[in-house]
């Protein structure tokens, strides 16, 4: 039961926040770099937020200083605070759990289904 589930998508008007959160199952949540992708539409899966196993945080240009990433231990779920949303943000959201550091598209082990942020201008 190696899955991850994101949730938390839908359309948002520019300027506004939306949260995502990824739930894991069949993981040893400590053990696992976690990381969400990008997808906007015809384009490739980019890397846009990451959290280490042992701590620390990876965020991309193009959201450093508007997105969060950040783990719930209790609840399992590895979150995506999204503020100040643009219109280039819209795309399939994907959360991705292995090894890589940062979190490489060929490199890690484990992803999500994704879930869709529309971002409306």
């Known amino acids: 039961q190696l899955q991850l589930v994101e949730s938390g998508g839908g359309l948002v008007q520019a300027g506004g926040s939306l949260s995502l959160s990824c739930a894991t199952s069949?993981?040893?949540?400590?053990?696992?770099?976690m990381g969400w992708f990008h997808q906007a539409p015809g384009k490739e899966r980019t890397l846009v937020a990451a959290?280490?196993?042992?701590?620390?945080?990876y965020y991309s240009d193009s959201v450093k200083g508007r997105f969060t990433v950040f783990k719930e231990y209790i609840k399992t779920t590895v979150d995506l605070e999204m503020n100040s949303l643009k219109a280039e943000d819209t795309g399939v959201y994907y959360c991705?759990?292995?090894?890589?550091?940062?979190?490489?598209?060929?490199?890690?082990?484990?992803w999500g289904k994704g879930t869709l942020v529309t971002v409306s201008s």
């Open positions: 069949g993981l040893t949540f400590g053990s696992y770099n």
């Open positions: 991705t759990a292995g090894t890589g550091w940062p979190p490489g598209y060929s490199d890690m082990d484990y």
């Open positions: 959290i280490r196993r042992l701590g620390g945080t």
